[in-house]
């Protein structure tokens, strides 16, 4: 009885540890560049692939954004000073995911080089 409990326990230590791993490759993609860059380009990209923008928070790096089939979120956080990590999952339910995040991943691949000037 008590190696049944042991047994659980280590495999729920194996699930906190790995699962942030295997979660943060089902949705998100890293690139080379700085987060500031890769969110310019990603609202550049959600613009160009005529998405709706519902709502943009550059302080936690999130957009809030609707397609015709659907809502998403798409964060975008720092791996370290020259990389960083686009993570896009549903608002809602029934909306189909990896359509739109393929489309989304492609276009910031192919904008790496065309990184919009801030005007500050």
Known sequence: MIMK????????????IFSPAFAKNADSKDFQAP????FLISLGVLN????KIEEIQSQSGYILFKTTRGEYLLWVSENNSSSSNVKIQ??????PLSEVQNAVFQSISDNLNNVPKRID
């Open 5 to 16: 409990y042991f047994k659980l326990f280590l495999c729920g230590i194996f699930i906190l």
């Open 48 to 51: 160009n692939l005529n998405y």
């Open 90 to 95: 549903k608002a809602k339910r029934n909306s």
């Open 35 to 38: 987060v500031d860059d890769i």
